[in-house]
């Protein structure tokens, strides 16, 4: 017996929460890098980054939350420990230590990059799994999309 | 050449930071199973200890902002990243999947009670070292104990 | 001659409009057996029963209220009246009198899962008709989960 | 055994609950037919009446809120479950479908003026069961002395 | 010469200051004992009685202050000293040390109803007197009976 | 025909619009005279005086829009021009000109100690006629004697 | 002795003060007139007409009061008793009892525009006297002409 | 090479960009002429529109601004010149000059019509290229169907 | 016969109303271009020109507004429409598609010089007609110079 | 078994607990004599002091608040009874009755310097006990220092 | 090369930057003073005073803020570092050490008199060479003006 | 006699009190360069430093009225006069006229490093004169560090 009912046929409940869990490693690893780059960045453009860096983080870590929540409410327990983080979480990271200001930049762009492309991939895999599901998959990638032009408008003129 | 430079002398820095560096791990780790908790208790006390719960990953996203910053502001870079809390983060935990009220209670009120436990040694380690940043780890110590004794008088009456 | 002209062809205005009157009902009547639980609602647990249904209460209403101008904004009028809600709400309610917090928990969590059951088979009705109205039926369905979830979870253990 | 214990004495808890159940049946209905007409109105003074009537619908759901607590604070469950405000309520309010701004005025000024003075007889009912719950029916019908004074100027001037 | 005269003939004053006064003592009283219970509390409702009491007490303490000011507006100086408080209070109050969720659901049932019965006598001496000290006893009593009711229905079951 | 109707019976309607519109003007007064001794102040409590005396200018106009609007309300015009508050309005009030500080001080108790009398007068009248305009009249009562109290405390000791 | 000093030269602070003295006279009978019309307003536009008169009375009020500290702070006592604004005042007003609303519309419209045509007198004879004086009365104007034409635009067609 | 690099392939960018850049031109222009029918309405109903259509020029901005960073987000740069707007603006407006309020309801009505017949078919032309879009330009519609349903309501009764 | 009369003669509300018609157009395309730079800057300082730039365009729309009020005061209908904007606008302006920041800083300078150059041109031609319509593009005037010396020190060093 | 356990070894909690039973008393007191002069001062600076002591006030029940909870925190339950206050609180408070103006100064100078000689005590005796706790005394300590300060330089000159 | 552009020519902005420059070191000479008064007034109208002249304080630095970066617009550098306002503020102040409460109110009645004279000076040199530099200094003339009356009618009954 | 009596005997008073009269005079030296920075400050990172300038001017503004208060607290009267400050303060400045962005960042540096030094020195002196006093120079130098990293941060890469 589990503690909290599903609202969902079992088929359509797996496909959603995979895709939520899966979302909230993204989320919880961004929160976490994002911190990171905000206390670590170093250059002329430290404060700039320094309070966007602080936006990706506060959005990360809210929908962090309604992913997490979102899951317990289809009735499968998600994961956000420690190591279930450090384990499943693989977006690009900045290294150990001070980071200069068009790394932080960077690193930026490609993470949020690489798990937007992931985004799409879940949004289509729950169509018609979840419509509910997909919609705040959708909202994710639209705010994602967002702070990445915002890097990648910074981030010009890019090297090759 | 750093990036940052100290305003503090070699071996006061490193005994600074190295409280800073654990006392981060500590927090970031407790913000990660608070959250854990928040999303996965069950029971009839449900509603109160999901709300109490997000007060502590509140208190120690705050601490960890602040006690990383302080980090890098004495010159060393904090080092918040997933693999980092994950292989450092040693308090007890929730276990995967649904957590009954009682077993959520129980488990803060043992992490926090050993996160204290910790606290008070770099207070004492950190007194002559620098005073300013043993000032951060009162302060923290001081709101840690007040949320242990909120889950520990909830905790009433214990087993043995 | 209607009052208000539709932006949308006579088919599909009648699939999204059934579509929002039925959900009509089903926000007000939940509205009004939230508050009568919200004042009944006796036991130990009646402080956190009391408040979380108000803000089961706060949502339908103020979903009910974006439903029917919904409806009014494609050109059929909302029809919210007390003979109309007693007439077609029919999801499980308290009983008249004073009710135990767990009766209360079970109750809300019935009924809020017939709600959403209905709901997600006027999600697949108005995919085609509708985009605007389906889009809305998505958002009010997570809410539900959302409230039927925390209830679920202090319902826990289960009679059963 | 009661749930909840008066602090009345039997008879004067019967006259004064029994003026509390019918003020809440007239709110509760009120604000169903105020939100009715809000989204039906139509005419010329749609955007003037669509405001003044939230209002109402905001006073009356505040209204009907304290008049119930009220009842249960005196030892007698409040009932305000669809069937019995349908079966119960008694004042005049819009038909089914779009309604002329003028009617919307005519007919909250009619239903109003019919509340107050079915209020202002459980004024005098109440005076010496319990002057607390007198006190609250007279801030009532204050209160709606001026929402119907309001529509009656707008309603100027009125045919015969 | 008194320092601030009065606006009320020498026996009405007489009537309704002494009625001030002893609600006043009741007031102080019981935000002293709201916060002892608040700070003692234990068990399992911990949260829930925790955040209740401290309403019992803010309400407590902003009555107290109108009703000695009211005082002082009729020209009779008020006395809320500790001396005066410990000899003249005299409702039921937690006893020193922990006090269980349950205990102290019980006696706050117990002091508030005391309180009420008391300030009901008041308002009946006050009617002719000072009908504007009467409106202020109608008040306190109002709020009075409905935090008793809130313990009193997490009270339920009682023993006996 | 008059363009509001009253939901009082004639008899009534009159004793309690006497009161109002008697009210009404004291108000009204108070307000411009209020505001000239918070203009013309000078001496060493200036600050304290002027700032006291606009809390008299913002309770007196609340209470003379509550009082003109209950009038409207009852179905009879309230009268706020400036002819008639010059020609109606007879409490002391302050001389043209720069005006002491323990003038202001004195001339406004005499000023609100009269409007008191008044107002208990009117209290009186309006008990059977209408109990609502009675407890308006309560409140405004009320708030004067509070507000009266401030300037006599501060008028010690009196000369004689 | 004078009271206060002025840091005008006797000439100029004549000038100025008489200016300042007229204003004042004109704000707060716009004031009272505003009012007037606000409470006793009748016909369809009423909600609207009834909260467009409080914007103006609340910044008469708010003008008011500048224009009677700035003469203050000039060396003049300003004079807003009761019986001077009665004597003083002559702008177009409101009769006795309810007022339709298209009157108070077209009543507003003269009395702001016979205002404005005084102000823009003043404006010049303070030119050289005192420009700070000068750049208080062209606010004053601005916001009445503001206020004139939203009563003017309303007031569409004319009759003749 | 390209400032800002698309998450989208190049035919599905085409296609969500052309939407985004012809809803763009739509808002800035609605956002335009909202102004104009704000500043030039007059008639009997002036303040009721005034208001009304402010609220849809700040809805027609911050949709605008979401668009078009919407735009930039997907890697093609939006274009809201004057220029532009005025040369790709087709929906109807209000002539020069004064507008009767009659005559501004009725020029809101065609011209949100008007738009929301494109927004649909744009809503359908994104469904595969990009559900991030489409979910946007959705959000888009319901907002601008409930402005028309407003103006239309107002409008009644309609000649002919 | 004009929609709203003038409290201004003839000649002097044409001189008024022509200077600021014009500045009505030089707000609104400065608000457009101002909007277009902030979508489509690209560049290491993106971010701090991002927001900058929207305080330029919150600053012209809100003085766009007040312009074009104190027109329509004035008895002229103000000219807003996306074609009178294109037509009339002819202040530096970025081009089409991605602009790098300092091209983005140094048409704001150039844009913000010569309107300035123009407000003050317009200055001078108001003083005799209206000192109001003046003061208002004093007001302006002061704002935008500061916005250009904002822009103009971050320009620094500029090219020759 | 106690209810709470400590993080305390033995002596260290007794030490802490005792200063912060000792300093519970003092504030509660203080809170409570800081009202009594608060409603019975007396004399022209009556309005000064009757705010200023509700800032003693306000600062006195924050700390008691936080001071009891330390203690509970650190395993020992605080006492803050009526009984309890009236028996150890010992400084110097105001007589019965009314206060004039200087007395209540010098009292509350008097009160606090005592409590600040008590504080600096018990900041010696805890600071090996418990740092957090002596960091707690330490910031009352500059609290009251600060209140005691204003009230000792409105003191002057003092007799003798 | 200059750094800032100016949008004045050369003569106009010699003048009015001179007088800006007058003007921040006396607003910022003001700001130290008032402060220092501020701190050290002792006496019974110590809080009243205490206040007052913190508003000075937020005045003048605001102004000081408002006025230097006019000058920077301007494309002249202000200078308000420590050295120049010690060189060239030489408007009255307070002495070193405690301040009784009647000197510190005479001490700032002097020296806003005389910066109002100052600034009276300015205001007239800068009319024909910025009309918007003299804009705001009016605006500063004003503000003082009401603070330096409200010290003056503190200040009555003067010595001689 | 003094005016206001000290708390602490004489020693530690004389060691608590130069210290805080040393950092008051840094901190109000601090405010004045910080804004002379702020407003003076040119080159491409313009908007960035003249706002991080701001933060550092706001915390010391703050840390001075506190420091300056607890000072008097203490009995010995603080000294921030012009003079003082421009006689006392030798921290590095920035020089007369505009300053490069780079430049201003470097000398913040190195002023900011210069107060922390003499910070600490000052916590040392008085950890046995008076914790309260250390307490408060702890928390400003937390508060300066942070603002200190910032600034180096953002100077990196330091030429040598």
């Known amino acids: 017996m589990t503690a909290v009912r599903s609202t969902l046929p079992d088929d359509a409940r797996k496909v959603a929460c995979a895709a939520l869990q899966d979302t909230l490693v993204d989320l919880l690893g961004l929160s976490l890098i994002g911190k990171q780059a905000h206390w670590n960045v ?21 929908f962090a939350d309604t992913v997490a929540e ?11 420990r ?7 979480f693989t977006l690009p990271a900045p290294k150990e230590g001070w980071v200069r200001d068009e790394d932080a930049v960077r690193v930026m762009v490609e993470s949020l990059q690489e798990a937007i492309g992931r985004l799409r991939e879940r949004i289509e895999a729950t169509e018609t799994a979840d419509p509910v599901t997909q919609d705040l998959l959708i909202a994710i ?3 994602l999309e967002k702070q990445r032009w915002m890097f990648d408008a910074e981030n010009f003129p890019r090297e090759s």
Chains 1, 2, 3, 4, 5, 6, 7, 8, 9, 10, 11, 12 share one sequence.
């Open 42 to 62: 170093v250059g002329p453009r430290f404060r700039s980054i320094h309070l966007q860096l602080d936006e990706v983080v506060t959005a990360a870590r809210t």
């Open 70 to 80: 979102r899951s317990a409410a289809l009735g499968v327990p998600p994961d956000g």
């Open 82 to 88: 420690p190591e279930t983080v450090a384990r499943d």
């Open 141 to 143: 990638t639209a705010d």
